[in-house]
């Protein structure tokens, strides 16, 4: 069955950099759309990148030039390497995974499976 594991999460000072992962098994990567979601506890879900099945990565404007998206296919595992972190990346950071995105890669409702999270704290 599909599965979808985030580590790598933890407290930083602001200006720091973490690097997040996400372990997949279950399933082809390469052949689904992947990305990375936040959500802080009481607001919702926030789009921060997308890798889709053609390789193209998109970004949201909050994270773009700080935050980098990138996918071992080997192990196989996702990444988001995460650069000059401000208080306001303060959040539960998930990892999703869906066969076709299309041109929704930012909508969270078409993502089929989720991660349980890994939370990143910016002090």
């Known amino acids: 069955h599909v599965q979808l594991v985030e580590s790598g999460g933890g407290s930083v000072q602001a200006g720091g950099s973490l690097r997040l992962s996400c372990a997949a098994s279950?399933?082809?990567?390469?052949?689904?759309?992947m990305g990375w979601f936040r959500q802080a506890s009481g607001k919702e879900r926030e789009w921060v990148g997308s890798?889709?099945?053609?390789?193209?990565?998109n970004y949201a404007d909050s994270v773009k030039d700080r935050f980098t998206i990138s996918r071992d296919n080997d192990k196989p595992t996702l990444y988001l390497q995460m650069e000059n972190l401000k208080s306001e990346d303060s959040d539960m950071y998930y990892c999703?995974?869906?066969?076709?995105?299309?041109?929704?890669?930012?909508?969270?409702?078409?993502?089929?499976?989720w991660g349980l999270g890994t939370q990143v704290t910016v002090s």
């Open positions: 999703a995974a869906t066969y076709a995105c299309g041109s929704s890669w930012s909508d969270s409702r078409v993502f089929t499976y």
């Open positions: 890798l889709d099945s053609d390789g193209r990565i």
């Open positions: 279950g399933f082809i990567t390469t052949n689904y759309c």
